[in-house]
């Protein structure tokens, strides 16, 4: 039997994808929990007292993940900051409507305010009445363009001006590939940052979770027992990042 390498008492249950050490559950959710306070102390990301901010929440295991870290790190270090989850509804049948179930029931469990904002009543149509009239077609990339803008609405709605999101490493590295193969410098250069505010609007944004790899974030939830929905979106075997082919890159030139 292997001991745990840090409390060196209880069975290593873990291996850590990020550097090999053997961990017991105990440690590996002290461990995890630790390392999202440190990116969060390192990059200045609640430089006030008295902030809300909006957390992105998708009903998906990252955003989930996010949230009940926050929970209980703001309670656990006092930030004194007040989360809000703010849900986009992108209007698809059969997926958002599932997840955004998972929200209600995190905004009870977390003890936080619920906002949800809708395609339908942002811009006057749903995503599956777009698929409808224009097919599946680079779909995905238009509706990544108005979520992200729907994200902006809605924060200003709420007064907020700081939004979090659920990115986590893979997804970082997904996207450093993406706009290198698109050859989009710009982005390249700052799709890593952790916290970004633009130079068009006084929205911020920030990404915790950089530092956390998709596997050990689906055991967190795992051993948390955390409520979450893990459905794929019905469109999504159409997207650029799933599926980055030479081929499919030139489209988008
Ligand atoms: N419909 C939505 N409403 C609010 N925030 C969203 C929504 N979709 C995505 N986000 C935010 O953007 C982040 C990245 O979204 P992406 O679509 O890449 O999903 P993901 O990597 O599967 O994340 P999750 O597991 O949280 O769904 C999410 O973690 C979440 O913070």
Not at 12 to 22: F, H
Not at 158 to 185: C, K, P, Q, W, Y
Request: hydrophobic share 35%; proline share 2%; glycine share 8%.
């Amino acid at each position: 039997m292997h001991y745990c390498a840090i409390c060196h008492t209880s069975r290593a249950q873990v291996v850590r994808p990020k550097n090999g050490q053997k961990i017991c559950r105990a440690c590996f959710i002290s461990v995890f929990e630790a390392e999202v306070h440190t990116t969060i102390l390192q990059s200045n990301i609640f430089p006030a007292r008295g902030e809300r901010v909006a957390i992105g929440a998708s009903g998906g295991k990252d955003s989930t993940v996010l949230a009940a870290v926050l929970k209980n790190l703001n309670q656990r270090y006092d930030y004194g900051v007040e989360f809000v989850l703010l849900s986009i509804d992108e209007g698809i049948h059969g997926y958002r409507d599932d997840s955004l179930e998972t929200v209600k029931r995190n905004a009870t469990q977390y003890e936080m305010e619920l906002c949800i904002v809708g395609y339908d009543s942002l811009y006057g149509w749903t995503m599956d009445q777009v698929v409808d009239k224009v097919g599946r077609r680079g779909n995905c990339t238009y509706c990544g363009v108005f979520r992200r803008q729907a994200l902006d609405r809605g924060a200003k709605q709420l007064n907020i001006s700081h939004i979090l999101t659920g990115h986590n490493a893979d997804d970082i590295a997904e996207t450093i590939l993406m706009n290198f193969l698109r050859g989009d410098l710009p982005r390249l250069g700052r799709c890593a940052e952790i916290v970004t505010a633009s130079s068009t609007s006084t929205m911020k944004r920030s990404k915790p979770l950089k530092y956390a790899y998709e596997k050990e974030i689906v055991l967190y939830a795992h051993y948390c027992q955390l409520d979450y929905f893990s459905t794929e979106c019905v469109y999504s075997p159409e997207a650029f990042r799933g599926n980055a082919s030479p081929e499919r890159r030139t489209t988008y030139f």
